[in-house]
Antibody, heavy 122, light 110 residues
Framework: QVQLVQSGAEVKKPGSSVKVSCKAS????????ISWWRQAPGQGLEWMGG????????KYTQKFQGRVTITTDESTSTAFMELTSLRSEDTAVYYC???????????????WGQGTTVTVSS | QSALTQPASVSGSPGQSITISCTGT?????????ASWYQQHPGKAPELMIY???NRPSGVSNRFSGSKSGNTASLTISGLQAEDEADYYC??????????FGGGTKVTVL
């Protein structure tokens, strides 16, 4: 049974950066796309971008282009999402999620992390 | 504003059927059979309910079904139950090789 376990809650100052991790266990990490989503308080889900580890290809939604970087460390089966130049509007729960099938890019995600709360406040 | 358009809310009585629409364009929903639907209860992570427009992951009730016509994907919940009260989100692969998503629909069981 594949599980994604995310790092703990973060409190950050405006203008700083945050890096959230997502460790996979119980399955093959390399072949499955990992996506990052976020959900601001009381708002809907928002796809930020994703990576296919075996191809080392990343895609980002235009809104976050230039501010978000998604990487992986295959030796530890961990994905990372770093968001820079934080502002109060980035306060949200951030989720990682794994695609349903190997070697497919962002077709549908059946395994989700538990979420990481990031609070941006001065 | 989300790329895919969903109604903000849909409601129904127990036992009834409801349908949630998800309208995109010929660059996403209309051009690919990779629309997915997610259910999210308050404070919980989303759960995949439908993938590839019509397929249910193992363990998802057959009361949930998906379809597509043109640029609009739809999720139907039949035999509505109290536990179905949740937020539902659609997504689709797009021609820019990214994922587009809807703003979410709150389902209320009356």
């Amino acid at each position: 049974q594949v599980q994604l376990v995310q790092s703990g809650a973060e409190v950050k100052k405006p203008g700083s950066s945050v890096k959230v991790s997502c460790k996979a266990s119980g399955g093959t990490f390399t072949y499955y796309a990992i996506s990052w989503w976020r959900q601001a308080p009381g708002q809907g889900l928002e796809w930020m971008g994703g990576i296919i580890p075996i191809f080392n290809t990343t895609k980002y939604t235009q809104k976050f282009q230039g501010r978000v970087t998604i990487t992986t460390d295959e030796s530890t089966s961990t994905a990372f999402m770093e968001l820079t130049s934080l502002r109060s509007e980035d306060t949200a729960v951030y989720y990682c999620a794994r695609d349903l099938r190997p070697l497919t890019p962002f077709y549908g995600m059946d395994v989700w992390g538990q979420g990481t709360t990031v609070t941006v406040s001065s | 504003q989300s790329a895919l358009t969903q109604p903000a809310s849909v409601s129904g009585s127990p036992g009834q059927s409801i349908t949630i629409s998800c309208t995109g364009t010929s660059s996403d929903v209309g051009d690919y059979n990779y629309a997915s639907w997610y259910q999210q209860h308050p404070g919980k992570a989303p759960e995949l309910m439908i993938y590839d427009v019509t397929n249910r992951p193992s363990g998802v009730s057959n009361r949930f079904s998906g379809s597509k016509s043109g640029n609009t994907a739809s999720l139907t919940i039949s035999g509505l139950q109290a536990e179905d009260e949740a937020d539902y989100y659609c997504s689709s692969y797009s021609s820019s090789s990214t994922l587009v998503f809807g703003g979410g629909t709150k389902v209320t069981v009356l």
